[in-house]
């Protein structure tokens, strides 16, 4: 399900503050050596939370070959909501604070290594997850995690780096919450009285931690992650073992894939590291997949 065909008119919706306000600095820059390649290229500068997905919508109906997300990864989830065919090739030039999508993907930060990728123009088919009404290609976690990203939408200010994630980390340590969750997979399966669940793409979490093997971004199918265990002290050897790499299933964490799921509860989720409500929430695979501009695999 992979592609190529070099994109001749590429859109660029930069997030202007991303990185301490590189992404205004770096989307002319990007544009500048995608010019140098042959091609159309535009900056679009976001103004606002939501401006990305307006843009992204309005570019719908306008005769692009690609869009770029400039940004970090909130910048590229708000992008693939806006699209009307989320098909559509996407790139990214990562700018932001984890770029989990990019350390994935092994997309490139420097802008003339970015230029290069996008305008070779060869895509990687990606399954896309929905969390309610809104898609996401990274992941939906609801509980422990959904807290913390509740907790800094209610504080953020300003550009966001990984010194802002730790006063919401403490405040939810402090305040420990007790989540009684319920999964329901697919395939009529219940994980009962789980204290988080974590609905995965990616096995990347937040840049630092690494999740099970098990998961894999080309499986097209979501990987969940069933938390039982309830202490602090559980909670944060769990993470250790995540910044080890030796995160695996056992008695307090079983893992699952599945096409769909619904997850009952009262407790905040997040979506892609924003803020996404609180639950009950459904989850599925869109039908369709999308289609990001990639570095060619080596032979």
């Known amino acids: 399900m992979n592609g190529s065909t070099s994109p001749r008119r590429l859109l660029l919706i930069a997030n202007p503050i991303s990185g301490g306000g590189r992404g205004r600095l770096l989307a002319p820059q990007l544009a500048a050596a995608l010019r140098a390649r042959g091609a159309e290229a535009e900056v679009h500068l976001t103004t606002s939370a939501g401006d990305a997905t307006a843009r992204a919508a309005a570019a719908g109906a306008e005769p692009w070959h690609a869009l770029v997300a400039i940004g970090g990864d909130g910048t590229v989830n708000e992008v693939l909501n806006g699209m009307p065919d989320p098909t559509r090739p996407l790139g990214v030039?990562?700018?932001?604070?984890?770029?989990?999508?990019?350390?994935?993907?092994?997309?490139?930060?420097?802008?003339?290594?970015?230029?290069?990728?996008?305008?070779?123009?060869?895509?990687?088919?990606?399954?896309?997850?929905?969390?309610?009404?809104?898609?996401?290609?990274?992941?939906?976690?609801?509980?422990?995690?959904?807290?913390?990203?509740?907790?800094?939408?209610?504080?953020?200010?300003?550009?966001?780096?990984?010194?802002?994630?730790l006063?919401?980390?403490?405040?939810?340590?402090?305040?420990?919450?007790?989540?009684?969750?319920?999964?329901?997979?697919?395939?009529?399966?219940?994980?009962?009285?789980?204290?988080?669940?974590?609905?995965?793409?990616?096995?990347?979490?937040?840049?630092?931690?690494?999740?099970?093997?098990?998961?894999?971004?080309?499986?097209?199918?979501?990987?969940?992650?069933?938390?039982?265990?309830?202490?602090?002290?559980?909670?944060?050897?769990?993470?250790?073992?995540g910044l080890c790499r030796r995160m695996r299933a056992g008695p307090g964490l079983e893992l699952r894939r599945t096409t769909s799921l619904r997850i009952d509860g009262d407790a905040p989720f997040q979506i892609d590291g924003d803020h996404g409500g609180r639950g009950p929430v459904a989850i599925d695979l869109l039908p369709v997949h999308a289609r990001l501009l990639c570095p060619r695999p080596r032979p």
């Open 93 to 165: 030039l990562p700018v932001g604070t984890a770029n989990v999508l990019a350390l994935e993907l092994g997309l490139p930060r420097r802008v003339e290594a970015a230029a290069a990728v996008l305008a070779a123009g060869h895509t990687r088919a990606l399954a896309i997850g929905r969390a309610g009404d809104r898609r996401f290609l990274l992941f939906c976690g609801h509980g422990v995690d959904g807290a913390v990203v509740a907790r800094l939408s209610e504080v953020r200010s300003g550009t966001l780096g990984k010194h802002k994630w």
């Open 167 to 241: 006063g919401p980390i403490w405040h939810t340590l402090r305040h420990w919450p007790d989540f009684h969750l319920r999964a329901t997979l697919a395939s009529g399966e219940v994980l009962d009285g789980l204290s988080s669940v974590l609905v995965t793409r990616v096995r990347n979490y937040g840049g630092v931690v690494q999740l099970p093997a098990d998961v894999d971004c080309d499986s097209g199918l979501l990987h969940v992650l069933a938390f039982r265990q309830r202490s602090r002290s559980a909670w944060l050897w769990q993470g250790l073992r």
